[in-house]
């Protein structure tokens, strides 16, 4: 498995931005506690958890930007090691080599057209 690391600074903006979001939370909710005290509805809740979750948001991006081993953002994957549940039933993927895109019959290990093996052996 391989896999893409977000960059130093896509995540340095996007914690700045985090940062900018957290202190537009704590105002907004600061409002809504006002709103909430006058219709005796508990929406302080909703910017509270707007501001905990743009919170977090700032603790992932900075942690990206200066830790040594970052977050992946995409895992890549070989289609043996983890196949993707919706081609058993929307395509016939599976009957080309992944290797060279040779068409193959089902009860292929290796292919014919590169050698490669296409299946694990049973
Ligand atoms: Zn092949």
Request: hydrophobic share 40%; glycine share 4%; net charge neutral.
């Given at each position: 498995?391989?896999?893409?690391?977000?960059?130093?600074?896509?995540?340095?903006?996007?914690?700045?931005?985090?940062?900018?979001?957290?202190?537009f939370?704590i105002f907004f909710?600061y409002?809504?506690?006002?709103?909430?005290?006058?219709?005796?509805?508990?929406?302080?809740?909703?910017?509270?958890?707007?501001?905990?979750?743009?919170?977090?948001?700032?603790?992932?991006?900075?942690?990206?930007?200066?830790?040594?081993?970052?977050?992946?953002?995409?895992?890549?994957?070989?289609?043996?090691?983890?196949?993707?549940?919706?081609?058993?039933?929307?395509?016939?993927?599976?009957?080309?080599?992944?290797?060279?895109?040779?068409?193959?019959?089902?009860?292929?290990?290796?292919?014919?057209?590169?050698?490669?093996?296409?299946?694990?052996?049973?």
């Amino acid at each position: 498995m391989r896999s893409v690391k977000p960059g130093r600074a896509p995540s340095l903006m996007a914690g700045i931005v985090s940062v900018f979001l957290v202190i537009f939370g704590i105002f907004f909710t600061y409002v809504l506690y006002f709103i909430s005290a006058q219709t005796n509805l508990p929406i302080w809740l909703f910017g509270a958890a707007w501001t905990t979750v743009v919170l977090l948001s700032a603790i992932y991006n900075f942690y990206n930007v200066f830790a040594k081993k970052r977050f992946s953002s995409v895992d890549i994957v070989d289609r043996n090691e983890e196949a993707d549940p919706l081609n058993e039933h929307l395509s016939d993927d599976k009957k080309y080599c992944p290797h060279c895109g040779e068409k193959l019959a089902e009860d292929y290990v290796y292919c014919p057209n590169c050698g490669q093996k296409v299946k694990e052996e049973k």
